[in-house]
């Protein structure tokens, strides 16, 4: 392969910037310092994937017999020595996108450049690179959220029996454990990955061979194109399979999605956090210290997950915009290129973050049981006893028993002191007769231990329920992470075989 000095790519810069033919003059300064390096460092991300996407594309048209074998193999050579990244490989805004930049440096090393283009705009090979970069993404983004879900389950599973309040409007609302709690977020991550596996299927498709807006005058074996990549299987309209909006719109709405499951997480243990609730401690690796206030340990990770959170739904919204353009229109691409492969990897990292979160994190089991003694989280077993014990409608019973805690409350009485007798004295003064709940019904009402027990029905707190969904959940990360070990395998095996085959055609 032809080496080089460095003063060939500059001069190739014009040629591939198309100075000479249809521009008389090259970029101004104003366009390469804005739109020129904007787009450029969003394309950064996608070398491998347009280095594979460009590799494909030679070697079939090498195969199709589009290609000289000579030439071919001189391509194919300097296409393998770029994908390496070299160091001399250093992309810059005056040579234009990182497709120009790949050709400028291409330029300079062999005379067979001129097949590089062949049959495609520069618009398959961002395309192509952009869907192999997402796919990945997203591969890693599942294996993130898979670690969420072990965390949970895992830690679900400790907390089986920890009994606690739980919550709704920040008030105490019923007796319930730790672990039923924690599992509240595993559904929502499953929901997560079936999204996030329906959306890769989708990706997974391939644009390769389309020509530019209505397919390719050159024989091109989109077929072939896609097995060397990789892909599932085809993107069928050519236009289509070059314009997509969508895409980055659905990709993102996962990401959001998901990260606003996680979010709703981080917002409940930063205020468990609290002096006031004191139910939940994070772990030193997790948190930060204050500056100037030395008492303070503040639970850093949680807000680092809101702001993800908020920027990516900025993002979302943001994608949403861009692709409000004519059909055959750049503007949502140039964005996206940059834009859905951070979003993944802030995802990731942030799903991450959560995992490592949950796996240090103390529970105030003693605090949260005392909260339950003292608290009135039985008051809906009270009534339900009552109408299960009496025939009264629920309505009724939920009445006396609201004026039971309001009395109570006012007497600065907590639910440990009530007795049969002060429920009959209420219900008295509601119906004119007493209820006559029997000790040991009223006892069982009161105490969030059989409460818990109770729930016995799917879903429930109770151990068995509870269990089953444990196991439930267990299967259904373990299929999860089956199928993206499956799909990473497949795209791993169909790189090595590209590999070999360009090194094959270049007598490598």
């Known amino acids: 392969m032809k080496q080089s000095d460095g003063s060939s790519e500059k001069n190739g810069d014009a040629a591939v910037l198309g100075v000479g033919s249809r521009l008389a003059t090259g970029p101004s300064a104003e366009l390469v310092k804005t739109a020129f390096a904007h787009e450029l460092a969003g394309q950064l991300a996608l070398f491998r994937g347009m280095s594979l996407a460009d590799l494909a594309h030679t070697v079939m048209l090498v195969e199709a017999g589009v290609i000289p074998s000579a030439e071919g193999a001189s391509l194919l050579g300097a296409l393998l020595a770029l994908h390496e990244y070299p160091s001399d490989f250093t992309p810059t805004p005056e040579s234009g996108d990182l497709y120009t930049n790949r050709e400028a440096w291409l330029a300079a090393r062999t005379p067979a450049v001129g097949w590089f283009g062949a049959g495609r705009a520069r618009r398959e090979s961002t395309t192509t690179g952009y869907r192999i970069t997402v796919r990945s993404c997203l591969l890693a983004f599942a294996m993130a959220l898979i670690k969420v879900g072990t965390s949970l389950t895992e830690r679900a599973d400790e907390h089986r029996a920890t009994l606690m309040a739980d919550y709704t409007y920040l008030q105490p609302a019923q007796p319930t454990t730790f672990g039923h ?265 009161l105490d969030p231990a059989a409460a818990v027990a109770a729930r016995q029905g799917i879903g429930g707190a109770a151990p068995e329920p509870l269990s089953a969904m444990l196991s439930e959940c267990r299967a259904a990360l373990d299929t999860y992470a089956t199928w993206r070990e499956k799909a990473v395998a497949r795209t791993v095996a169909a790189e090595e075989k590209l590999l070999h085959r360009a090194q094959e055609l270049c007598g490598g």
């Open 181 to 445: 709690y924690l599992l509240t977020f595993a559904y929502p991550l499953l929901r997560d990955l079936e999204r996030l596996q329906a959306l890769y299927t989708r990706t997974n498709l391939s644009p390769a061979g389309c020509g530019s807006v209505n397919g390719s005058r050159l024989p091109q074996d989109r077929h072939r194109l896609a097995e060397l990549l990789g892909f599932d299987g085809l993107i069928q309209h050519a236009r289509d399979a070059m314009w997509q909006a969508d895409g980055p719109i659905e990709t993102l709405s996962v990401v959001v999605a998901s990260l606003v499951n996680l979010d709703r997480l981080a917002e409940d243990l930063q205020i468990f956090a609290t002096a006031e609730f004191d139910l939940v401690e994070l772990d030193e690796g997790n948190s930060r210290a204050s500056v100037i206030m030395p008492q303070k340990k503040n639970p850093y990770a949680l807000t680092y997950v809101r702001g993800a959170a908020n920027e990516l739904t900025g993002a979302l919204a943001a994608a949403a915009a861009l692709g409000r353009t004519p059909s055959g229109q750049v503007d949502n691409r140039v964005f996206a290129y940059g834009d859905v492969p951070h979003a993944l990897e802030t995802a990731t990292g942030v799903a991450i973050l959560m995992a490592g979160v949950l796996n240090g994190l103390r529970f105030n089991a003693p605090v949260a049981a005392a909260r339950l003694a003292s608290g009135f989280a039985t008051a809906t077993d009270l009534a339900e006893t009552i109408t299960l014990e009496t025939g009264l409608d629920f309505r009724t019973a939920h009445r006396i028993v609201g004026r039971l805690v309001r009395e109570a409350m006012q007497a600065n009485r907590t639910i440990r002191d009530l007795t049969p007798a002060d429920l009959d004295a209420v219900a008295r003064t509601m119906l004119n007769r007493p209820l006559h709940p029997s000790e040991n019904a009223f006892a069982q009402a």
